[in-house]
């Protein structure tokens, strides 16, 4: 499942933040932009969020920019 993501880097805390008109996620971290940082704490962010190993979670498009594609790895159910 790929979701759409917009986030917002340097918040006070790490949170979904709500859903713009078009389905974009809105996830506030707490990481600043530098050295992939706000990136990987997005990851283990919606990791935890969806109850998914930090592994399942991959940023597919927009690494250097706030708009972000990502591939989550959700497991089926039977």
């Known amino acids: 499942m790929t ?8 918040s006070a805390k790490t949170e979904l933040a709500g859903e713009l008109p078009d389905g974009t996620l809105k996830v506030k971290v707490a990481a600043p932009p530098e050295k992939g940082k706000a990136n990987q704490e ?3 962010f919606l990791a935890a969020h969806y109850g998914i190993p930090k ?4 940023i597919v498009s927009g690494h250097t920019a706030a708009l972000k594609r990502v591939k989550l790895k959700l497991i089926a159910e039977n």
């Open 55 to 58: 592994n399942g979670v991959s």
């Open 3 to 10: 979701i759409r993501v917009k986030v917002i880097a340097r």
């Open 42 to 44: 997005l990851c283990r």
